[in-house]
């Protein structure tokens, strides 16, 4: 099974970048599908954007555009490209894996088994 440590996390001001990572160890990511959620404090977890592993790529609405999700698989690793960052994107990020399949029921549901710790994101305007 894959571990996962997520990190890049930061204080920006609105309309900046960061990239986030998520090392994968233990297996190789390449056999899962991918995501990134966030939860904002007093919110739900809400999936940002997941890849499937034969590269098709969904992003949530809030976000497309602006984020970028790919991943290296010689380097075991996820990544996050978001930009013009706006103070709504404020909250802690997770990476997500599902083995082989992303959830049927929709890639950015939260139905993944392995989880990284989180990583604060801040936007300030």
């Excluded at 160890?25 to 499937?52: D, L, N, T």
């Excluded at 990544?79 to 990476?95: I, Q, V």
């Amino acid at each position: 099974q894959v571990q996962l440590v997520g990190s890049g996390g930061g204080s920006v001001q609105s309309g900046g970048s960061l990239r986030l990572s998520c090392a994968g160890s233990g297996a190789s990511i390449s056999s899962y599908c991918m995501a990134w959620f966030r939860q904002a404090p007093g919110k739900e977890r809400e999936g940002v954007a997941a890849i499937e592993r034969g590269g098709t790529k969904t992003y949530a609405a809030s976000v497309k555009g602006r984020f970028t999700i790919s991943q290296d698989n010689a380097k075991n690793t996820l990544y996050l490209e978001m930009d013009s960052l706006k103070p709504e994107d404020t909250a802690m990020y997770y990476c997500a894996a599902r083995w082989w399949n992303c959830p049927p029921r929709g890639s950015l549901r939260p139905e993944f088994s392995y989880w990284g710790q989180g990583t604060q994101v801040t936007v300030s305007s």
